[in-house]
């Protein structure tokens, strides 16, 4: 157990429709990272916050946004849902830059 | 800029040995992570360097040189539960953010 709670573990929606995937970090930690992994694909980085601001962006769609919360959870909204944002979509927390540890993911479907 | 290079697959046979390279480039960097993905699993680390050298871990060991922005992970007497995809990943404590690269899918075959 990484410590990293993200839910729900798996999602189906439709096409068009909005969801929100959560995760709450490690005890302590302060950066949580936002990655989406394709079936048979690397990890790509889509966002980072560090103790509730936006740090990195890497290749984030408009139609996606999140934020990080006083408590240090994270929320990532995927909206306008299309059938190739159907991936695995990890959150990671780290104390700032070390040891990422990751949570076991959200399995989205979009049907 | 910040990149990270490493192959997108190897294959290999049990029992050999097997080297992933990686490349980097980032700035204020801090320290050079390795990761193990099994397929539709989360990442789960493996190893940590932050001076140059060899870190010998069991069967898995990882090298870096922070001159030539370069780290590799070694795994010995490979067995079939090693095929995975194994990433690296650049610490940069300055910009508090940990960057991956896309992962090297290794194959071991019997």
């Known amino acids: 157990d990484s410590g990293v709670t993200q839910t729900p573990k798996h999602l189906i929606t439709a096409t068009g429709q909005r969801v929100t995937l959560r995760c709450s970090p490690r005890?302590?930690?302060?950066?949580v990272y936002w990655y989406q992994q394709s079936l048979d694909q690397g990890l790509q980085f889509l966002i980072q916050?560090?103790?509730?601001?936006?740090?990195a962006k890497g290749n984030i769609l408009e139609r996606f946004s999140a934020q990080q919360f006083p408590d240090l959870h994270s929320e990532l909204n995927l909206s306008s849902l299309e059938l190739g944002d159907s991936a695995l979509y990890f959150c990671?927390?780290?104390?700032?830059?070390?040891?990422?540890?990751f949570g076991q993911g959200t399995r989205l479907t979009v049907v | 800029g910040q990149n990270i290079d490493q192959p997108t697959e190897m294959t290999a046979t049990e029992g050999a040995i097997v080297q992933i390279n990686c490349t980097y480039q980032?700035?204020?960097?801090?320290?050079l992570f390795w990761y193990q993905q099994h397929a539709g699993e989360a990442p789960t680390f493996l190893s940590y360097?932050?001076?140059?050298g060899l870190e010998e871990k069991g069967r898995f060991s990882s090298f870096l040189s922070r001159s030539k922005g370069y780290s590799y992970l070694l795994l010995k007497e490979l067995q079939m539960k090693d095929s995975a995809s194994y990433l690296c990943?650049?610490?940069?404590?300055?910009?508090?953010?940990?960057?991956f690269g896309a992962g090297t899918r290794l194959f071991v075959k019997a």
């Open positions: 980032t700035s204020g960097f801090n320290g």
């Open positions: 990671a927390s780290s104390v700032a830059g070390g040891q990422a540890f």
């Open positions: 916050y560090y103790n509730g601001e936006e740090r």
């Open positions: 360097n932050v001076l140059d």
């Open positions: 990943a650049a610490s940069n404590t300055g910009g508090f953010k940990t960057i």
């Open positions: 005890s302590g930690d302060l950066s």
